[in-house]
């Protein structure tokens, strides 16, 4: 079936360094790939989001690429700061355009002031 | 605007007994899901609803669990009888409109404990 495998599971930086999430998808099909970020018994959030037409895109300190060919996506989040600490979680659209989303297992991380 | 709604926030039960989450959704978002997210996993889809209408509830162990949406806009998830694997955090998400890849709003959860 559909799978989204994320890593690493922990990831521990110093503030100011920059922090690197990859993720790779299984369905062909998939065409929106969104970021969540998770604090601490809160909601997820969206904090960043691709689609399949574009191979970058990047909002500040936080980036996201795509390659299609090799069914990887990644975030990048530059000058990192204690208040990025969190679980952060990929998603892929599955089944075409109706919306549904498989996440990936979640990374931890930590930014050590 | 007033984000996704869910109550309770917090729900202790024992094995065998039943238990029912409320979402209500953010004011015209058409698409509601249910989300089932076990400690240190990532959310799983158990049910999209567009209006009414359910769309997918392919992971939705339906000889214990039951979701609805008579009106459209609120839904209640039920779980009857509960298992102690059924302990994690139950989201409720909204969306605009399926079809459209929106962006998925998150309720605050439910954290279940089945003892």
């Known amino acids: 079936g559909e799978n989204v495998e994320q890593h690493p599971s922990t990831l521990s930086v110093q503030e100011g360094d920059s922090a690197v999430i990859k993720c790779t998808y299984s369905?062909?099909?998939?065409?929106?790939f969104p970021w969540y970020k998770q604090e601490l018994g809160k909601r997820p959030q969206l904090i960043i989001d691709i689609r399949s037409n574009v191979g970058e895109k990047k909002d500040q300190r936080i980036a996201v690429t795509l390659n299609k060919t090799a069914k990887h996506f990644s975030l990048h989040i530059t000058e990192t700061q204690p208040e990025d600490s969190a679980v952060y979680f990929c998603a892929a659209s599955v089944g075409g355009a109706t919306n549904k989303l498989i996440f990936g297992t979640g990374t931890l991380l930590a930014v050590q002031p | 605007e007033a984000g996704v709604a869910q109550s309770p926030r917090y729900k202790i039960i024992e094995k065998r007994q039943s238990v029912a989450f409320w979402c209500n959704p953010i004011s015209g978002h058409a698409t509601l899901y249910w989300y089932q997210q076990i400690l240190g996993q990532g959310p799983k889809l158990l049910i999209q609803f567009q209006n009414n209408g359910v769309v997918d509830d392919s992971q939705l162990p339906k000889d214990r669990f039951s979701a609805e949406r008579l009106k459209g806009v609120d839904s209640t998830l039920k779980i009857q009888p509960a298992k102690l694997e059924d302990s994690a955090v139950y989201l409720c998400?909204?969306?605009?409109?399926?079809?459209?890849?929106?962006?998925?709003?998150f309720g605050p959860g439910t954290r279940l404990t089945v003892l």
């Open positions: 369905d062909s099909a998939s065409n929106y």
């Open positions: 998400a909204s969306s605009l409109e399926r079809g459209l890849l929106n962006e998925q709003f």
